[in-house]
């Protein structure tokens, strides 16, 4: 039955996806991709179909067992941001060699701007590189649509398919027709079920380098069938030729209406920008490719673009920035650009529990340690000083390790901490963790655990006891790995309990003196972003004494909660009673004592 | 139709835009929006775009938008890039809405507020989006909003 939806990028992919009869979805969370997922476990909710979905702990992981899946013959898919890419590439680039037996499609999320990545890499490229074909889609619509096409042009070809998307079809949002038909397809894993012919099947399964050639050339051969037909769709008659794909085409058909400018431009979409089949466009008078965020069509027709200046090598090809190149062709006249005034910068939750663990930390071991984050929402301990690298997942733990050994080794006196969230911690601190003990590298872990994957928008983490259908899960004990692992101190604390956490660190201070191995301190407090969080949150409502408050801003520098403000006609500190959810750990915070604890 | 809706995270910027596309949705027209949160949360500013009945893209170019809405005073200045016309709440509507309803319900309050300052959709088609209690909450600010709007020349600052 035809339904008309208004849905995001993200869930007209899941659509898509299971529509199509993908039955094992897997995936780690990062914006702007995380909401595929999730989607797709209510339609099973709903559909009661068989298979699994749900989260794996990092996306090399999950790739590896969303095609191991595809083998058995299920239709299978994986999602993740651009950056879980690069941590997926090894078997990504494996996967097109060896070749899906069910459909196999690889959703990654891009995030030109970028809006909250570390890079702005065109997951194109990855897909270039890896030889897989990639459909990019222009609209909320065509992200339903292509998911869908990935599906069958992989069956077809015995191809992996990337669906490659950007935060603006992601997080875009528009009502487009599904068909929410969600047929009861056969589901029925097979696996070396016929040992006559397994011979043969072992020749890509576990092919050796001698092979590996021949699956190589087989793969080209698929790719050149797929570029032999791929052939873009024309729109608009004009002696100017625009090559583009994604989201960029959307902004071009907008800008050449609004400027009447349909006799000036041709656009040539590309729904499949990789791989295409060269031709020379010999017919037009100029040739440019406007395409997010790296030359890829551009270099395959060998267009103007990036490398003549046309187009800015960095950020989004925003309508603004198109226009700003249409202007550049002598198309329409310049129009002055208007002037963005910055925005007040991110803070962590008024409440979290992180806040008042760092602080803590700060306090016990001072602004001269050396503090090595990670990717989360703790990244934005920054802002008051308890962080001083941030690099990518997991990373927090390697810095450490190797910023520690190397001042032991000139045997000058550093205290080294790395810090790390509980769902990065699983995701790739361990690997670090394993070196940093065996070589005898005494720092500091803290894990700050929430028990939740918090910035993506609470995603579960291995910690769950149930899952979403309700079935019981095994929970993972952090305490457990580190102490199997061979650290022997391993302390849990509840951030909340100031003098508890200022007494453990101290502890670990101490310990870390006469150690040669690193010693951990679990910060466990609920995420007060989830509903259940703030419900059982501790409530300790605290007041400012006026009198006492003399404005020296220590909290508002060294502390940071978005509910505290500085009142300017006052000059006192305030609390914002529409942000604050009575945590009161500020009042562990101000030097004067002016923020005290409302006894009830 | 170009509208911006601004705000903190936390103030329902989402829950409030959700509100006004399924309007328009129920009116038989369409919807293309974007949403982009920063890395806060609670706290942090949240920017929807949103077109209806036109375009294939959910963007605004800056300067361009027919109303943008303010949920947060703060964010004038920015709201100001993508249009001149803007429309905030006083703090005395803000201050009703917090006496009027609970504060869940604050944001239906406050969608009263705008329609009756401004006739984007129908009152009718807002009451056929809103459940019980929210259909309520709409209906206080409207009618507070309405009897202010005759006292008042001109509803835009």
């Avoid at chain 1, 700060?362 to 941030?390: P, Q």
């Avoid at chain 1, 790739?428 to 929430?450: K, M």
């Avoid at chain 2, 705000?7 to 835009?17: A, C, P, W």
């Avoid at chain 2, 706290?43 to 963007?59: A, R």
């Amino acid at each position: 039955m035809l339904k008309r939806l208004y849905l995001s990028g993200n869930e007209a992919i899941a659509y898509g996806l299971i529509e199509g009869g993908v039955r094992f979805l897997t995936g780690y969370p990062g914006t702007p991709s995380s909401e595929i997922l999730p989607t797709a476990q209510k339609l099973k909710l709903r559909y009661k179909f068989k298979g699994f979905i749900d989260w794996a702990v990092n996306e090399k992981v999950a790739l590896e067992m969303a095609f191991s899946a595809s083998l058995c013959g299920v239709k299978s898919a994986v999602t993740m941001k651009q950056v879980g890419l690069n941590v997926a590439m090894d078997p990504f680039l494996n996967a097109a060699y060896v070749g899906p037996k069910a459909s196999f499609v690889v959703v990654v999320a891009d995030d030109p701007g970028p809006h909250s990545s570390q890079t702005e890499q065109d997951s194109r490229l990855a897909a270039y590189l890896a030889k897989v074909p990639v459909l990019d889609p222009s609209t909320v619509e065509e992200a339903y649509l292509f998911a869908k096409k990935a599906l069958e042009l992989s069956s077809e070809f015995e191809i992996p398919l990337m669906l490659r998307t950007t935060t603006r079809i992601s997080h875009g949002k528009s009502d487009i027709v599904v068909s929410e038909e969600f047929p009861q397809e056969e589901f029925n894993p097979s696996f070396k079920e016929n040992l006559k012919n397994w011979n043969i099947e072992l020749q890509r399964l576990a092919a050796t380098p001698k092979l590996r050639h021949l699956l190589h050339k087989r793969l080209n051969e698929k790719l050149d069938a797929l570029a032999e037909r791929n052939k873009p769709r024309f729109f608009y008659q004009g002696d100017i030729l625009i090559l583009t794909s994604g989201i960029v085409f959307s902004y071009l058909v907008e800008l050449i209406e609004e400027h009447q400018l349909e006799n000036k431009i041709t656009l040539a979409k590309f729904d499949m920008p990789f791989p295409v089949k060269y031709q020379k466009f010999s017919e037009f008078k100029r040739v440019i490719t406007l395409e997010e965020t790296s030359p890829l069509l551009e270099l395959f027709f060998d267009t103007e673009g990036r490398r003549n200046g046309l187009v800015p090598k960095e950020g989004e090809l925003t309508p603004e920035v198109c226009e700003k190149i249409f202007s550049r062709l002598g198309l329409i006249p310049e129009k002055k650009s208007i002037a963005i005034p910055p925005l007040k910068r991110p803070s962590l939750c008024p409440g979290c529990g992180h806040r008042i663990g760092l602080f803590a930390l700060k306090k016990v071991f001072g602004k001269k340690a050396i503090f090595c984050g990670d990717i989360g929402c703790y990244t934005l301990a920054l802002n008051f000083g308890v962080t001083d690298t941030v690099f990518c997942m997991g990373a927090s733990l390697s810095f450490a390790t190797a910023i520690k050994k190397l001042f032991d080794e000139k045997e000058k006196q550093r205290e080294v901490v790395g810090i790390i969230g509980d769902s990065t911690f699983l995701h790739s601190g361990i690997p670090p963790l394993i070196d940093a003990y065996h070589y005898r590298v005494p720092f500091l872990l803290i894990i700050l655990d929430n028990e939740t994957v918090g910035m993506t928008g609470n995603q579960k983490t291995p910690a769950h006891r149930v899952s979403y259908e309700g079935k019981p899960l095994n929970p993972v004990k952090i305490e457990k790995i580190l102490e199997g692992l061979g650290l022997d101190f391993v302390k849990v604390v509840d951030p909340y309990d100031y003098k508890e956490t200022l007494q453990v660190l101290k502890e670990a201070k101490e310990y870390l003196k006469i150690s040669d191995k690193p010693c951990a301190v679990i910060m466990r407090h609920p995420c007060v972003y989830t509903r259940e969080g703030l419900l059982n949150n501790p409530k300790r409502p605290v007041q400012i004494l006026e009198e006492k408050c003399t404005g020296c801003k220590f909290c508002l520098s060294e502390f940071e909660c978005p509910a505290l403000y500085f009142d300017e006609s006052s000059e006192k500190v305030c609390i914002d009673k529409t942000l604050c959810i009575d945590c009161g750990c500020c009042q562990f915070v101000c030097p004067k004592k002016a923020i005290l604890e409302v006894k009830a | 139709m170009k509208l911006v809706i601004l705000g903190k995270g936390g103030q329902g910027v989402l829950f409030f835009s959700k509100i006004l596309a399924q309007m328009a949705l129920n009116e038989g027209r369409s919807v293309k929006a974007t949403e982009i949160k920063g890395m806060a949360k609670k706290g942090g500013v949240v920017e929807v775009q949103m077109k209806i009945d036109e375009g294939l893209s959910p963007l605004i170019k800056r300067g361009e938008a027919d109303l943008v809405i303010l949920l947060s005073p703060d964010l004038e200045e920015y709201g100001k890039t993508f249009g001149q016309k803007i429309l905030k709440f006083t703090e005395e509507e803000i201050k009703k809405a917090f006496e009027k309803v609970p504060q869940r319900l604050v944001n239906t309050y406050l969608l009263g507020v705008l329609l009756a300052r401004h006739k984007i959709f129908d009152k009718k088609t807002a009451l056929k989006v809103l459940d019980e209690e929210n259909k309520k909450s709409f209906l206080k600010g409207y009618e507070d909003a309405e009897k202010n709007v005759q006292s008042q020349d001109g509803d835009f600052t």
